[in-house]
């Protein structure tokens, strides 16, 4: 799949596009629907199909000192938006400059005129432009064919990002894959620690969790994508180890029956079901029993 960049000029070929618009981070039952929509749409009149994604994320830009809150990576939108159909993912550069866009030129001077859309679909709460001052009316408005999609109603409320972050720090793995279509995933590159865990006889495939929203700190069951394709099953910490100083923020799986160097590597670990929250023992020998019994309970989990 293509990447674009909105500051780079359109490929001729993809000019005429109907584009979704939106962030879409985690890509959920409800981004989901408007990007169906926008194919559908697409694939009707004969035009290519984009995704738009903002990154980094506006909430990024007005409040850079919020805590992490990411479901997916830039990269993992990429492969999801392809796996649904699209021709090529758009990437809106949030800058000082785009967020000082009014709508009416967001709409005319970009994508009109640069991007050449020939419609946009949103869902029915997408605003855009300085201080929020365009929404799906300004389309119609300025002349551009647009089309809203509603809400995805799930259980009496609406599907969204924020529903989907409030479950995972719950540790309700089960809810947030449910309205994901796919588990909660971290993709990272295994780096380096202290070596803890294969001093205890569980070695783990430590990752930094950057700006992923931090589920609730505890132990999972998870399966983890290696390179190639290979599918393992694990229990991983999130948290900061208590047992160990100094605290240490980290994700670190351990993966069953599996002994091989991932160092360097990126690898997936999917969230399945949280075990029980991130306690501190006494002693090495107790920390070592309870990871046997964790271990145990991610097999059971797992099957």
């Known amino acids: 799949m293509v990447r674009l960049d909105h500051r780079q000029p359109m490929p001729e070929a993809l000019r005429g596009a109907i584009i979704a618009l939106g962030n879409f981070d985690g890509f959920h039952l409800g981004h989901q629907a408007v990007v169906g929509a926008a194919l559908d749409w697409a694939r009707r009149e004969g035009r290519p199909a984009i995704v738009a994604t903002f990154d980094p994320h506006p909430m990024r830009h007005f409040h850079p000192a919020a805590e992490p809150f990411r479901l997916t990576t830039l990269n993992q939108r990429q492969e999801l938006f392809a796996a649904a159909g699209a021709d090529a993912m758009l990437v809106f550069h949030f800058d000082g400059e785009l967020a000082g866009m009014l709508a009416e030129d967001f709409v005319t001077r970009l994508l009109c005129q640069q991007l050449g859309a020939a419609g946009v679909v949103t ?181």
């Open 123 to 303: 869902g029915e709460d997408f605003t855009f432009g300085k201080g929020r001052g365009g929404n799906a009316d300004t389309f119609a408005a300025l002349g551009m064919a647009a089309r809203t999609v509603s809400a995805v109603i799930d259980s009496g409320s609406a599907v969204s990002s924020s529903r989907i972050r409030a479950a995972l720090q719950k540790g309700d793995c089960a809810e947030a894959a449910r309205l994901l279509t796919r588990p909660f995933t971290v993709r990272g590159t295994v780096q380096h620690g202290d070596k803890n865990g294969r001093l205890l006889g569980f070695p783990t495939a430590n990752i930094d969790m950057g700006a992923y929203l931090r589920p609730l700190y505890g132990i999972y069951a998870v399966r983890g994508r290696l390179p190639g394709g290979r599918v393992v099953q694990g229990a991983a910490n999130l948290g900061v180890r208590p047992t160990f100083d100094p605290p240490k923020e980290l994700l670190e799986p351990h993966f069953f029956d599996f002994a091989e160097d991932l160092y360097g590597q990126e690898i997936e670990v999917e969230f399945h079901r949280f075990l029980r929250g991130e306690a501190r023992f006494d002693s090495l020998d107790e920390l070592k029993a309870q990871m046997d019994r964790d271990c145990e309970a991610a097999r059971e989990a797992l099957r």
